[in-house]
Structures are given as structure tokens and as C-alpha cells.
């Protein structure tokens, strides 16, 4: 079966439903959010050159990019097509009845590479155009045909309601993974500029975007969207490069996508971007998720799973070598923070608790969701790593959004070449740091005590032991820092047999402020482990 189907799992809605809602509960929240850790200086230079376009041998990129390029010049136009109302107004249950015939895939039986496409209409109805480019470097365009297709039940008169221009509402590729019988489904670009990833042994979770545009702003958050696809033949069996342009009200842009699949799923991006009006608050390597309750939930749903999350956290590697683990929560209200830095050396959203006893789940199985990591390589320079967390009371709503933010603002006329890898990631990504392992939290009491001081909280955050590092426990000690409030009774000391290092501490925050808090450990006055960030709120 393949790793994703999202006509027949259980939780078939999440794709349709989640990534929708983001905007509109931002603007309806926007008025108590909290802005915490922003403010970058440096301005960042209009940088597309010469030096970073494609060469003379790529023609058809050449021309991705102009017309980028050229279309930032004029107002902004949106295509549906000229789709159908009768696609467009179809229910969710009726596009279920839409099924692509996996006979009909493109390069079927050719490489190992095959291309299967979603039907236009219900939520995508702005639909993509498709090229394919064979060895002879030539565009050609993919029509849209109801012969790739089978309508079952209600849906069966809506076959003649299409026509060739109606394009694809996205589409999804398979690849050998887990063995040369079978090619499994590794990775989909379906609505607005999203895209999602697995490796060998992962399920889908996480997303990815194209780009984010003034998410968390006053004004509402703008959904830039890929119009077109130029698919390139493999050549080599092992990656696939693929074309995109993406339009806004703001920016118009071009992007090539190397993709190379398999334990772990590798893609090499480089972006275009150029400004057809300001643009206050550019996101950079995107990435959307989901965090309905943790470990480190006070108070957890009525629910017989422990835990319900697509991702646990958020990392930047600073370019000083320091490691930032940022915690996710479900906040009761709007919550926006950030970490500013120089060129950072990576940054990423991670699913780190990848044990099914967290979630006894076992259908959604989010033990097995993947993080995504970025590895910039040109553009990021001074920014800061923004973090949105919005409040949901539902795992099929994204909640979760992150992204890198230039520090200078993204004008009219100028333009942009963002270039990084992007890579999943299960559980931990390899460090020589002490890597937090849980976090937890709870009031301030001992064992047998009834009097609970509400205000204090107590905080218990593990840590891995580092590889080769021999711990003696009277080399240890501990800093905490906080944004406000008290911080009383902070250790750290060795568990569960030496295999881990407990970081514990007493916070008396101040009412109705947030703390923002960092923990670290030192051993013999070096610092051994990542940062431990986490903003709380007093109730």
C-alpha cells in the first residue's frame, strides 16, 4: 500500500482540513499574541545575479525564471482554469469517490520514478499545469484526461464535467524505498505551495511550503501558490529534478527541486524570488505542523493516548556552534517567539520521541512522523527563526507553523536567491551534545503534601548523556535563565543509571507574563549539552 493515501486512512480530513485554517485563526487570535526574542539589524542585498542563475544548459529553467521575473512586473492574476462549478462545489465525501488509476501513471514501467495526479476541485480550485521534459530538453504539456481516472458512486457525472486545460490540483511520487517490488509513495505537492516528505520508514506528518508570506501580521497571512510543474525525466534512477512557479499578490517566483529518495529523503532547493509589492515578513524554508498535547501538556485532553503531535520541537544550530531546542506547546492564546541569528548552519522542526508507547496510536502512528531539517547554503544571512504556535483543540488542524525571516523587509522591485537542503530526519539529529529527551512540568509539591503552591511550577527536563563523555556527577552543574520571574532549587544529576542527566528547577513567574526560559549543563565548566528554550504562562 502506499504510505499515504488520502482517499482511504482514517484520518483522511487532516490534508483537506489542517493547513486551510492557519489564516483565519491567526487574524481571529492576532490580538493577544506575544512577540518575544525579535529584532535583527543587517540588511540583506537584492541577490539575484548572474552568479546565481542556472547555466546555458538549462534552458527551460532559464525561462522558469523569467518568466518569474517578468510576471512580477504586472498585477497579480489568478487562473482557476475556468474549472467547472460543479468540481468546485463537490463535497469532500464525493471527492473521495475520485480515484487516479495507477495504470495510467506517468513513466510507468520506464525508471524507477512514477507520477500520479490529484483531481482538480473541492478545496483545490486553482489547479496546476504540468509539463514533462523528456532527453530532448523539451517542454511538453501534460493534458488533463478523465481516462487516468475512476468515478465511483456520486461522483460519476463529474467526469464530464472536465476538459483537457483543467490541469491537476498536484501530484504525488513513488519510488522504491523499502524494496524493488514495490515503489512507494514518498512525496506530494498538493495545495497552495505545500509539499510533504517520508523517508524509508516514515509516515507523512510534517509539511514543507514554497514560502510564507506576513504569517502572524495584523493584515492576514497571504498563501502563495505553485501555478505550474515541469517535470524532468530520470536519467539516473536515483533523483528527480522538478520545475515550479509560484505566485502571490506579493511576490511571483521560480524553483528547482532535486529530490533524491530513500532512508532518508533528501531535497536540494533554489528559489527566485522576486517582489511584485512590500512584503513586511518574508518566511524562508517553511514548514507547517501539528502539537495538540505533549509530555509537557499540564493539563492533557481526555484521551487514551499520552501523547498527540506531529513534531515535538524546533531547532536552530547557531553558525557559533550553539544547538537551540525549542520545545512546542498548544498555547492558550495566539503565541509568536523567535531566535535572531547570523547565518545559522541549520534549523529544523523534529518529531525527537519516535517510541509508539508515547502515543499508542495506531493508525495515526505518529511515533514514525519525520522532522525536516534545512541546511542553508545561500540568502539566509542576518534573520531570526520565527515560531508560530496557534491554540486547536483538534489533531486535524495544523497548528504549528516555522520559518527563517530576513531581517530587512522584502520591497517592491527587489529581489531574492534562497538556496538549502532540506532533509527528514528521524527522532534526533545526530549531535555531540547532551539532547533533551523529555520535558515535563507540575506544581511544587513533595510527596504526601496536599498544600499545592499553584503559582510555583517545577520543571524536570532530560537529557542524553553525550557519546564519550564520562560524567562525574560532582563536575555538574546547571544554568537557568528566565525572562522573568523567580528561579529556586535548580540541580542536575544523573538517571536511570548514568544513562541520562535530569535538569530540575522551581519557577515562580510573575502573573499573567510569559517566561522565557534556557537551560544548559556544564561539566568541569564546559558546556556539554544543547539549549533547552521554552516559553510558560502563568495562569
Known sequence: MPLYNPFSVNLNKVMFNRRHRINQTLRRS??????????????????????????????????????????????????????????????YETYREIRFNSENSLWRGKNNFEVQFFHPGFLYQQPVSVYTVGADNKAQRLPFSTQSFQYNGKAAPLAKATKEN?????????????????????????????FRLVGKEHVYGISARGLAIDTGMAEGEE???????????????KTMIIYARLESPSVSGAYK?????????????????????????????PFTSMFLYGENTAAKPDDYRPEVHDSDGMVLLTSKGEQIWRALTNPAQLQITSLSETAPAGFGMMQRDTRFASYL????????????????????????????????????????VAYWVPAEPFMAGESRYFAYQ????????????????????GAAVLPGEKNQQAQVRRFSVDFTVPEGVDISPDALSLTVETSQGAIDHKRVYEVNDGKLLRATFLLTPQEAKPADMRVYIHHDNQRISEVWNYVYHAK
Not at 498563501?223 to 534512477?237: A, G, Q, R, V, Y
Not at 495506531?362 to 547554503?377: C, D, F, I, M, S
Not at 491554540?391 to 486535524?396: A, K, M, R
Not at 532533509?423 to 539532547?435: E, H, N, P, V, W
Request: hydrophobic share 40%.
Open 30 to 91: 492576532l490580538a493577544c499574541a506575544i512577540v518575544l526574542l525579535s529584532g535583527v539589524t543587517a540588511a540583506q542585498a537584492d541577490n539575484v545575479s548572474a552568479a546565481n542563475l542556472p547555466p546555458a544548459s538549462a534552458p527551460i529553467l532559464h525561462s522558469v525564471i523569467e518568466d518569474a521575473r517578468t510576471s512580477a512586473g504586472k498585477s497579480y492574476a489568478v487562473s482557476d482554469h475556468n474549472l467547472a462549478d460543479e468540481l468546485k462545489d463537490m463535497s
Open 166 to 194: 483543467d490541469g491537476y490540483a498536484g501530484f504525488r511520487v513513488h519510488f522504491p524505498i523499502k524494496n524493488d517490488q514495490y515503489k512507494d509513495e514518498f512525496a506530494v505537492f498538493l495545495g497552495a505551495s505545500y
Open 223 to 237: 498563501f502563495p501558490h505553485f501555478t505550474s510543474f515541469w517535470l524532468i525525466e530520470p536519467d539516473d534512477n
Open 257 to 285: 527541486f532535486i529530490v533524491t529518495p530513500g532512508q532518508q529523503t533528501s531535497v536540494q532547493v533554489e528559489s527566485w524570488l522576486f517582489a511584485r509589492e512590500d512584503v513586511a515578513k518574508l518566511g524562508v524554508a
Open 361 to 400: 496510536d495506531g493508525e495515526a502512528n505518529y511515533h514514525k512522523r519525520p522532522g525536516l531539517w534545512v541546511t542553508p547554503q545561500e540568502g539566509f544571512g542576518d534573520g531570526r527563526l520565527e515560531l508560530v504556535e496557534i491554540p486547536t483543540q483538534s489533531e486535524t488542524h495544523d497548528n504549528i
Open 422 to 441: 532540506l532533509d527528514t530526519i528521524t527522532g534526533t539529529k545526530a549531535s555531540s551534545l547532551a539532547t533533551v529527551v523529555r520535558t515535563r512540568q
